[in-house]
């Protein structure tokens, strides 16, 4: 039951929560804000849980069907009505106190989440393209929840990059699961999709997410070798990320980004000569 309970949380999930880090980090601002930025992340840690927690509930029943989902606690009948009230309980217990601690305007980055995730696993999933932007849009707010907490408001291209960037991977994961064609798969909205299309969005995203970070880094340290020098690994961790798209890979972006040496590498790269850039 509680690793059921666990499993329903999906922990792995929440690696995409670092966003909420890159704001603070990207202005210099992260060593002395640090706890709070913590705080932030576990905040979103629960508010993503609790997305994934509805979502699984309402799918069930499809997932029930599909090869892979239907181990999910919901959808396998190992979790039933009362333990989703117990983690929906535990879950905005997390959010509430987490908020207490932290700005006002992180409260409303929380609260847009939030609807976001409910209103697309409601209604939006099915919307073709829409879907696309309405997923990128809940990777952005996590990246503007982390400029709430040092109440200072990010770049123009950074918040550009962050966008494009979740378009990217978000497209990138739709390719991957077209190509794999799995038997019952239970995400509609797929058929309404074209290879062809999707591999238009995903070099016009990947295109704007370079040229925006390159823009950034240019802007933020005109004078600075050592951060202009990670756009040579950013730039191989989405090429990187591109070709994974052509393999069911990519379908599980949590698990691509923390197993791929390559790709881990890449992010170490590009880290930390930015963070010592910063810190300066």
């Not at 069930?60 to 117990?86: I, T, V, W, Y």
């Not at 591999?199 to 933020?220: H, K």
Request: net charge positive; with cysteine.
């Amino acid at each position: 039951m509680i690793m059921a309970a666990v499993k329903a949380l999906r922990p792995k999930q929440w690696v995409k929560n670092i966003l909420v880090f890159a704001a603070p980090a990207a202005a210099g601002l992260l060593s002395p804000n640090f706890a709070h930025v913590a705080i932030g992340f576990v905040g979103f840690a629960c508010a993503s849980s609790f997305g994934y927690v509805i979502n699984d509930w309402i799918d069930r029943e499809n997932d029930s069907r599909h090869p892979k989902k239907q181990s999910r606690p919901f959808a396998s009948k190992k979790l039933g009505l009362a333990e989703l009230l117990f983690l929906l309980a535990l879950l905005v217990s997390g959010i509430v106190v987490c908020c207490a601690f932290l700005p006002v305007k992180y409260s409303l980055c929380v609260l847009t989440y939030g609807f976001i995730t409910i209103s697309y696993s409601i209604y939006i999933k099915n919307i073709p393209v829409t879907e696309l932007i309405w997923l990128a849009l809940g990777f952005l707010i996590r990246a503007i929840a982390g400029s709430a907490i040092i109440e200072k408001s990010p770049t123009g291209w950074f918040v550009v990059a962050v966008f494009f960037g979740a378009i990217y991977v978000v497209t990138a994961k739709r390719i991957a699961e077209l190509r794999s064609n799995h038997s019952g798969n239970t995400r509609q909205v797929l058929e309404a999709y074209a290879l062809p299309y999707l591999n238009i969005v995903l070099t016009v995203s990947m295109g704007v997410t370079l040229l925006t970070y390159a823009l950034w880094v240019f802007a933020v340290h005109s004078e600075s070798a050592l951060a202009q020098m990670t756009i040579i690994p950013f730039t191989l961790a989405v090429l990187l990320y591109a070709y994974h798209a052509e393999t069911d890979k990519a379908e599980a972006p949590e698990d691509l980004i923390l197993k791929d040496p390559s790709l881990i590498a890449c992010a170490i790269f590009t880290a930390i000569p930015l963070l010592v850039v910063f810190s300066k």
